[in-house]
């Protein structure tokens, strides 16, 4: 089996590839080549021994785009995306990468397909920001795909894209609406809601954390560990259980901040809750008011996939996988 991923050089898309690298294939498949893509060069994975192929390309290119459908991976992983807070203070940009690379990719996949019978798995990251308010108490299955932001109208976008492309047969595509991914490790970055991972990150380091908006503030969330399961689930489902509306709410936990620094305080003291510094930010504030808090991703869960169901949970993932199972 040979696998593409795009975005392989970012956190979901490292951890990913040590997944699959790890587990030795996928649904049943022996791995047997990966194609590794991103902006900045991606590297090899440790203790894989078949082949594999480092690229540096930029997607919004479309010959980049081209030269990629033209090594016909049997999976690809789309993930590539600039984030939320960075595609809203750059309009341009946040189009040309998020929209137009995005699009480059699946018209390349159907000019491929035209040549010879060629039909891959396309699993693509999209994101509950393709939701906007006023919400429902929970989101369910059926609620209206109205953003509010530029990040979540390009996604909504490529969504409607990727139904189409499929329908039309060009492949076989599944989108998957990520909760914000909470605790991702390094350093923080531009998404509006980096705060989320940085006000548990830092503390349980030892360092200081900005939090810019209220504790009231509810939002959904999901592990690392868990947006992996999701990406390795929708790559092996059975295409014809999804049906025609390809788009999925992943499961996730709704919390609020305050809930967050509860469970902070609970595994690492009121110390690491003191290194919490509040600093209101109203662009941020902004930026979040208008996403969903909380879903009722029956589809998702009925289809069998998984997340956390506290946030103590989310965070000794965090400690696990990230600082060997010790806090500062």
Not at 61 to 74: F, G, H, S
Not at 132 to 139: K, N, W, Y
Not at 178 to 187: A, F, H, N, S
Request: proline share 6%.
């Amino acid at each position: 089996m040979h696998i593409l991923i795009i975005g392989a050089a970012g956190m979901v898309g490292r951890k990913l590839t040590d997944r699959l690298v790890r587990d030795g294939g996928l649904g049943g498949q022996a791995l047997e080549r990966l194609t590794l893509v991103d902006v900045v060069a991606p590297t090899a994975p440790q203790g894989y021994t078949g082949e594999v192929d480092l690229r540096t390309a930029d997607l919004s290119l479309p010959a980049e785009a081209a030269a990629l459908a033209a090594t016909r991976p049997d999976v690809i992983f789309h993930l590539a995306a600039i984030v939320s807070g960075e595609a809203e203070a750059d309009f341009e940009k946040g189009y040309r990468i998020n929209l137009d690379g995005t699009r480059f990719l699946f018209e390349a996949i159907r000019l491929e397909s035209a040549r010879a019978a060629y039909r891959p798995r396309l699993v693509f990251t999209s994101s509950i920001a393709v939701f906007g308010a006023p919400f429902p108490e929970r989101i369910d299955d059926t609620f209206l795909s109205a953003p509010l932001t530029s990040y979540g109208t390009q996604k909504a976008i490529c969504e409607l894209l990727l139904s189409d492309y499929t329908r039309r047969g060009f492949f076989e595509g599944i989108g998957i609406r990520l909760p914000t991914i909470c605790v991702r490790p390094g350093k923080p970055n531009k998404a509006a809601s980096g705060f989320f991972s940085n006000i548990l990150r830092e503390p349980l380091v030892g360092e200081e954390a900005v939090l810019p908006v209220a504790d009231d503030v509810r939002h959904w969330h999901a592990s690392p560990r868990a947006a992996v399961g999701f990406l390795i689930h929708a790559a092996t489902i059975d295409s014809d259980r999804i049906g025609p509306r390809r788009n999925l709410s992943m499961p996730g936990l709704s919390a609020t901040v305050g809930e967050q620094i509860a469970a902070l305080q609970k595994l690492a003291g009121d110390k690491a809750v003191r290194l919490i510094r509040r600093a209101p930010d109203p662009t941020i504030a902004r930026i979040v008011a208008g996403w969903p808090r909380d879903f009722r991703p029956e589809r998702a869960l009925g289809l069998g996939f998984k997340a956390e169901s506290t946030f103590d949970e989310i965070i000794r993932i965090h400690i696990e996988d990230e600082l060997g199972g010790r806090i500062a």
